[in-house]
């Protein structure tokens, strides 16, 4: 059963630092990787997706990079906003497209 | 619309109660899926629809869900006799094709008393 963990649990940081976080799964067989945003009480946002493929994406500010060998993906976020501020969730993609999320950073970003 | 449409946003239903949850994908999306999140924790996979065929229902928790999608376009998650253990935020996505990018609806929350 693929399990995904994120860390850290919580992040703060002051506006303008450039920040990683970091997603790890245990079945490096997964069909894709994702990337969305949570706000509080609203649905999820998808940021990035990476196929099993690829290596990498960038949208803007936002880079993922995908290591299916090591089960690791992170997420990089340049010249953070006080804008950026919600939960980060990562994502696997398995059979049937079926989803697998990790827990989630909750990511602060203070002006 | 230009999203995913769920309703209702919110719902409070008492212990034993049926509940009915409606999701309207985007237009033309083949692939519809239905996650459960609890408070602090990511989504769970509950149902995977391909147009109207049900291919995946290995999430649902019990016998008590039960989901449906006949036109192939709207879906309803149905909770039958409903517990405190249920009380979530019931997540309807979409996406035009499998592995594609997916998108989300705001969600309906139900909370059980």
């Known amino acids: 059963k693929q399990e995904v963990t994120q860390i850290p649990a919580a992040l703060s940081v002051p506006e303008g630092e450039n920040l990683v976080l970091n997603c790890s799964f245990t079945?490096?067989?997964?069909?894709?990787l994702q990337w969305f945003r949570q706000d509080p009480g609203k649905g999820l946002t998808s940021l990035l997706l990476?196929?099993?493929?690829?290596r990498e994406q960038t949208s803007g500010r936002l880079n993922a990079s995908l290591d299916k060998s090591s089960g690791r993906s992170t997420l990089y976020i340049a010249a953070s906003q006080p804008g950026d501020s919600a939960t980060y969730l990562c994502?696997?993609?398995?059979?049937?497209?079926?989803?697998?999320f990790g827990k989630g950073t909750l990511l602060t970003v203070n002006p | 619309g230009a999203g995913v449409s769920q309703s209702p946003r919110y719902k409070v239903a008492k212990r034993g109660q049926d509940v009915a949850l409606r999701c309207d994908p985007i237009?033309?999306?083949?692939?519809l899926f239905w996650y459960q999140q609890a408070l602090g924790q990511g989504p769970e996979f509950l149902t995977y629809?391909?147009?109207?065929?049900?291919?995946?229902k290995s999430g649902l928790p019990s016998d008590r869900f039960f989901a449906e999608r006949p036109e192939g376009s709207v879906s309803t998650l149905k909770i039958q006799r409903t517990q405190q253990e249920d009380s979530a935020v019931y997540l309807c996505?979409?996406?035009?094709?499998?592995?594609?990018?997916?998108?989300f609806g705001e969600g309906s929350w139900l909370t059980v008393v």
């Open positions: 996505a979409s996406s035009i094709s499998g592995g594609n990018t997916i998108y």
């Open positions: 079945d490096s067989a997964i069909y894709n």
């Open positions: 990476i196929q099993s493929s690829q």
């Open positions: 994502a696997c993609g398995g059979s049937n497209y079926k989803l697998t």
């Open positions: 237009s033309g999306h083949v692939s």
């Open positions: 629809f391909q147009n109207e065929a049900q291919l995946d």
